[in-house]
């Protein structure tokens, strides 16, 4: 993506099933959770950058031993700071009792980090202090082991004030107003007064208040917590929570918008965001590795049963497609097949743009996450060259010999590495002032390889402000003097916010809500902005059910052509002399590229949760009052 964003963070659980003996017998360490979670979390690196957090749990600890354990870090390079910290800790304990290096059962009481139960986490934050306050996981503390809680996770609540006042309501007092300190407090309520109903019905069949402790952990329903903690939630979300004594969840949202996936063995029973790194850091095949339903509950009770619960009521699917475009490793095999899928569809708009002359077209891509698509771009500019030399072959057939076919086959596509990013300038942008000199080099050219007489194709995966577009790339790509640049995109055009974990929440920052509001004072509809304004207000004291996105009302005037004309022209300026033209993905084709990610929100305005349409009409008077503020 050409434009840097920040989106959802990535989670990790492993629970080992087996005595930490076991690890050491066969694995040679009784670190292997460890080693296992670190591999895990590097493996998500793509989707945390601001911070990164790890929490463990020892199974069956004396009163008096420490059973939890957590670290976290805002570095420059949290994952390696967490995990030098670590083996730091650890080396420091083994260097000083060498005779303990085969005691498993000395390292398990004595070793911090050094649990059956790990949890990872590796985040981007959207919005708020980059602290490691705000870094998860969150940690609820209790001298009853149950009532202990950890909770990390992928997510946004677009409903946060609501869910503060009914903690409130129920008589708590948070210390901020923040949906993971509002989430992990509710769940922790309810869990309070599950353990509270539990002992006193232990109380009454003769248990005293030491025997209660284990059999309460036998007896705990988590889905019945999740449940009634998750009753009012509005959002995407992958939450995960561990109990102090043992258990652990992961719930997903009942629209499966956040993405959750899960691998189970007689050894270990693994969650994580994205298959690949289950895949790799556990060496399983591709079936084995199961996606969590919506509205679900991955929980694993203390004694290392694994059951799926359902919590929520499904919504309609509308799992992210923006996961697939962009956000996660294209190394998973159906993500793979269906980005080349994306470039393949832009193909026949492609042709119309180069009047199919793929002799004089030179096609591209912008690094790095638009690679895949544009290996499926090239294919069907390989299907539509084979086309060409088949009708020359026929058109001459009378006339040919071996030197004439030889030239018609020897015709090949002409593809090349055009833009080359310079990832250390990026880390290096940082203040306003600089930044527009900044990007305009934060990538550079090949020169050389373009012809006066030749088009430029470029493929981008998305384009959301087209800022680094219209300071850099265009302006680097027109150095070459292309007769025509056409950049494409593997994503629909990006018109309304996000408000499920990725950090676009504001409209003005979006090039396609920039050029419909250009073409509405164009066009002389000015009153449509208005219109849409006073509609957007009336609702402010709706329910969100009843909300309606009237934002659709801004880009209704405009065919998605017009829209991307428009685009065209506000992303090139008098220093570029080539023509520009912008080709966007259709949502139809995304969804055939796409079809079990149908969440289409940024393209259509069609939120999955009904706090979606409140968000976007909050965005939209932010944007008409000048109002800075998320709308979130």
Same mark, same amino acid.
């Given at each position: 993506?050409?434009?840097?964003?920040?989106?959802?963070?990535?989670?990790?659980?492993?629970?080992?099933?087996?005595?930490?003996?076991?690890?050491?017998?066969?694995?040679?360490?009784?670190?292997?959770?460890?080693?296992?979670?670190?591999?895990?979390?590097?493996?998500?690196?793509?989707?945390?950058?601001?911070?990164?957090?790890?929490?463990?749990?020892?199974?069956?600890?004396?009163?008096?031993?420490?059973?939890?354990?957590?670290?976290?870090?805002?570095?420059?390079?949290?994952?390696?700071?967490?995990?030098?910290?670590?083996?730091?800790?650890?080396?420091?304990?083994?260097?000083?009792?060498?005779?303990?290096?085969?005691?498993?059962?000395?390292?398990?009481?004595?070793?911090?980090?050094?649990?059956?139960?790990?949890?990872?986490?590796?985040?981007?934050?959207?919005?708020?202090?980059?602290?490691?306050?705000?870094?998860?996981?969150?940690?609820?503390?209790?001298?009853?082991?149950?009532?202990?809680?950890?909770?990390?996770?992928?997510?946004?609540?677009?409903?946060?004030?609501?869910?503060?006042?009914?903690?409130?309501?129920?008589?708590?007092?948070?210390?901020?107003?923040?949906?993971?300190?509002?989430?992990?407090?509710?769940?922790?309520?309810?869990?309070?007064?599950?353990?509270?109903?539990?002992?006193?019905?232990?109380?009454?069949?003769?248990?005293?208040?030491?025997?209660?402790?284990?059999?309460?952990?036998?007896?705990?329903?988590?889905?019945?917590?999740?449940?009634?903690?998750?009753?009012?939630?509005?959002?995407?979300?992958?939450?995960?929570?561990?109990?102090?004594?043992?258990?652990?969840?992961?719930?997903?949202?009942?629209?499966?918008?956040?993405?959750?996936?899960?691998?189970?063995?007689?050894?270990?029973?693994?969650?994580?965001?994205?298959?690949?790194?289950?895949?790799?850091?556990?060496?399983?095949?591709?079936?084995?590795?199961?996606?969590?339903?919506?509205?679900?509950?991955?929980?694993?009770?203390?004694?290392?049963?694994?059951?799926?619960?359902?919590?929520?009521?499904?919504?309609?699917?509308?799992?992210?497609?923006?996961?697939?475009?962009?956000?996660?490793?294209?190394?998973?095999?159906?993500?793979?097949?269906?980005?080349?899928?994306?470039?393949?569809?832009?193909?026949?708009?492609?042709?119309?743009?180069?009047?199919?002359?793929? %002799?004089?077209? $030179?096609? &591209?891509?912008? +690094?790095?996450?638009?690679?895949?698509?544009? !290996? @499926?771009?090239?294919? /069907?500019?390989?299907?539509?060259?084979?086309?060409?030399?088949?009708?020359?072959?026929?058109?001459?057939?009378?006339?040919?010999?071996?030197?004439?076919?030889?030239?018609?086959?020897?015709?090949?596509?002409?593809?090349?590495?055009?833009?080359?990013?310079?990832?250390?300038?990026?880390?290096?942008?940082?203040?306003?002032?600089?930044?527009?000199?900044?990007?305009?080099?934060?990538?550079?050219?090949?020169?050389?390889?373009?012809?006066?007489?030749?088009?430029?194709?470029?493929?981008?995966?998305?384009?959301?402000?087209?800022?680094?577009?219209?300071?850099?790339?265009?302006?680097?790509?027109?150095?070459?003097?292309?007769? %025509?640049?056409? $950049?494409? &995109?593997?994503? +629909?055009?990006?018109?309304?916010?996000?408000? !499920? @974990?990725?950090?676009? /929440?504001?409209?003005?920052?979006?090039?396609?809500?920039?050029?419909?509001?250009?073409?509405?004072?164009?066009?002389?509809?000015?009153?449509?902005?208005?219109?849409?304004?006073?509609?957007?207000?009336?609702?402010?004291?709706?329910?969100?059910?009843?909300?309606?996105?009237?934002?659709?009302?801004?880009?209704?005037?405009?065919?998605?052509?017009?829209?991307?004309?428009?685009?065209?022209?506000?992303?090139?300026?008098?220093?570029?002399?080539?023509?520009?033209?912008?080709?966007?993905?259709?949502?139809?084709?995304?969804?055939?590229?796409?079809?079990?990610?149908?969440?289409?929100?940024?393209?259509?305005?069609?939120?999955?949760?009904?706090?979606?349409?409140?968000?976007?009409?909050?965005?939209?008077?932010?944007?008409?009052? @000048?109002?800075?503020?998320?709308?979130?």
């Amino acid at each position: 993506m050409s434009d840097a964003i920040k989106h959802e963070c990535g989670i990790a659980l492993i629970r080992l099933k087996k005595p930490l003996t076991f690890y050491k017998e066969k694995y040679g360490t009784a670190f292997y959770g460890v080693n296992k979670m670190y591999l895990m979390m590097e493996k998500q690196h793509n989707r945390g950058q601001d911070g990164a957090g790890f929490a463990s749990i020892k199974l069956d600890m004396a009163p008096g031993e420490r059973y939890i354990s957590r670290q976290r870090s805002t570095a420059q390079q949290p994952i390696q700071d967490i995990f030098a910290q670590i083996n730091g800790r650890i080396n420091e304990v083994m260097t000083e009792n060498p005779d303990r290096k085969d005691d498993v059962e000395w390292q398990k009481r004595n070793v911090p980090y050094v649990g059956e139960v790990l949890l990872g986490h590796v985040r981007y934050g959207t919005f708020g202090k980059n602290s490691v306050e705000s870094v998860h996981p969150f940690l609820r503390q209790n001298n009853w082991m149950h009532r202990n809680l950890i909770v990390a996770g992928n997510f946004n609540m677009t409903n946060v004030s609501t869910l503060f006042n009914k903690l409130v309501s129920l008589g708590q007092h948070p210390k901020e107003q923040a949906d993971t300190i509002t989430v992990m407090e509710k769940i922790g309520h309810f869990l309070d007064d599950e353990v509270a109903k539990l002992y006193k019905k232990l109380k009454k069949e003769g248990y005293n208040k030491q025997q209660a402790s284990p059999q309460i952990a036998e007896r705990l329903k988590v889905e019945k917590i999740l449940k009634r903690a998750s009753k009012d939630w509005d959002g995407g979300y992958a939450m995960v929570g561990l109990l102090g004594h043992g258990d652990a969840f992961v719930l997903r949202d009942p629209a499966g918008i956040r993405p959750v996936y899960y691998y189970e063995d007689d050894e270990v029973a693994v969650v994580a965001s994205e298959r690949p790194v289950i895949q790799t850091a556990f060496n399983v095949d591709f079936e084995r590795v199961k996606e969590l339903d919506p509205g679900s509950a991955l929980i694993v009770k203390k004694n290392g049963h694994l059951s799926i619960e359902k919590v929520i009521k499904p919504l309609t699917r509308k799992a992210c497609s923006f996961e697939r475009i962009y956000f996660s490793r294209g190394s998973d095999a159906e993500i793979y097949r269906e980005r080349k899928l994306l470039g393949r569809l832009l193909m026949p708009e492609v042709l119309k743009s180069i009047d199919h002359d793929t %002799k004089n077209t $030179v096609f &591209s891509f912008i +690094p790095n996450t638009a690679e895949t698509s544009f !290996y @499926g771009l090239v294919e /069907a500019a390989q299907d539509e060259l084979n086309k060409q030399k088949g009708a020359e072959i026929l058109a001459s057939k009378e006339n040919l010999d071996q030197e004439s076919i030889e030239r018609i086959l020897s015709r090949k596509l002409r593809t090349e590495k055009i833009a080359i990013k310079d990832a250390k300038l990026r880390t290096f942008i940082t203040e306003d002032s600089s930044r527009d000199d900044l990007v305009a080099h934060v990538y550079d050219v090949t020169y050389g390889v373009i012809q006066p007489e030749d088009k430029l194709v470029i493929i981008d995966d998305s384009i959301v402000r087209g800022t680094t577009l219209k300071k850099s790339i265009i302006k680097m790509m027109a150095r070459l003097n292309p007769k %025509k640049i056409v $950049v494409v &995109s593997s994503a +629909p055009q990006i018109r309304y916010p996000d408000c !499920y @974990g990725i950090d676009m /929440a504001k409209l003005e920052d979006f090039i396609a809500f920039r050029a419909a509001i250009a073409l509405l004072k164009e066009n002389g509809k000015e009153n449509v902005i208005t219109e849409v304004y006073e509609k957007c207000k009336t609702q402010i004291n709706f329910k969100d059910k009843n909300v309606q996105n009237f934002v659709k009302e801004i880009y209704e005037p405009f065919t998605d052509k017009e829209i991307s004309l428009k685009i065209s022209e506000l992303l090139s300026d008098e220093t570029v002399k080539p023509e520009v033209e912008i080709i966007y993905q259709t949502v139809e084709n995304l969804h055939k590229a796409c079809p079990k990610n149908l969440g289409d929100w940024y393209f259509t305005g069609n939120y999955p949760t009904n706090g979606g349409n409140r968000v976007v009409n909050r965005a939209f008077i932010n944007y008409m009052e @000048g109002n800075s503020a998320r709308a979130y």
